[in-house]
């Protein structure tokens, strides 16, 4: 099934990204000032990137599928939050 490799595929760029971005003594949590509307924020962003390029004739750099990635990372990412905070 198709949508097992694109899990894997968003698993690997997951964390290949945390390593670039969490160095040193940045930490996830410090991408994420306020928690869940951080997390929703971005959630937003990436929906509404979705939504430009769609209605854009031919994107010149992030395609749909890049941007689905993002969304898909950054829901786990907030499910993370989730299940660290209950």
Not at 19 to 48: A, C, E, V, W
């Amino acid at each position: 099934m198709e949508a097992y490799k694109i899990l894997k595929e968003c698993s690997d760029i997951l964390r290949k990204k945390g390593k670039d971005y969490n160095l040193g003594s940045i930490k996830p949590d410090d991408y994420f000032l306020f928690g869940r509307i951080s997390y929703l924020q971005m959630i937003h962003l990436k929906y509404t990137r979705l939504r430009s390029l769609m209605e854009s004739k031919k994107p010149n750099y992030e395609s749909i599928e890049d941007t689905l990635i993002d969304l898909i990372n950054y829901a786990a990412l907030f499910a993370e939050y989730e299940r660290n905070n209950k």
